[in-house]
């Protein structure tokens, strides 16, 4: 099997999980604030962490299928040789972002070893490491666009 293959099994069923349990989490909010005397007080912090790992899953996955917004009326304004020089530049820049992106998460996440949650009390590392999640799909994918393109455009 192939690494993206694997790869885009796994944020597909981690944003699928994690989308649910947010799905979950905040239904159980909304009930206990109606049905019951005490609201759960890990459920607004657990939902929170859930919503944000739903999205670090699914931002590789929308990178992938180029389900960014994109700004095409202004895209097609360009001539054909600024379109792919767009075109190739934008996964430049993409790859550089994230790159930056994840070797800076790696500083947040040694600091969540030393941190706690206020209420669920679980170390930050496991908040925190949704950034890096983040970064290198995007990252991977991005690369992958990018020696596509240049494959495209010395054709």
Partial sequence: MRFSFIL?????????????GFIFTVTLQIYARFFLNDVPP????????????????????AYKGNYFVFLEAFYAGFSPQTQK????????LCLILFGTF?????????MG????????????????LSLLILSLSIGYFSLLTL???IKFWKS
């Fill in 85 to 92: 020089t767009v075109d190739l530049i934008s996964p430049i």
């Fill in 42 to 61: 890990w459920t607004e912090e657990a939902s929170r962490i859930l919503f944000i790992y739903a999205t670090a899953f699914a931002g590789g996955l």
């Fill in 147 to 149: 020696l596509k393109k």
């Fill in 102 to 110: 994840a070797f800076y998460s790696l500083d947040l996440i040694e």
């Fill in 8 to 20: 885009s099994k796994f944020l597909k069923y981690g944003t699928l999980l994690t989308s649910l």
């Fill in 113 to 128: 070893f030393s941190e706690r949650s206020p209420s669920l009390q679980i170390i930050m590392v496991v908040p925190f």
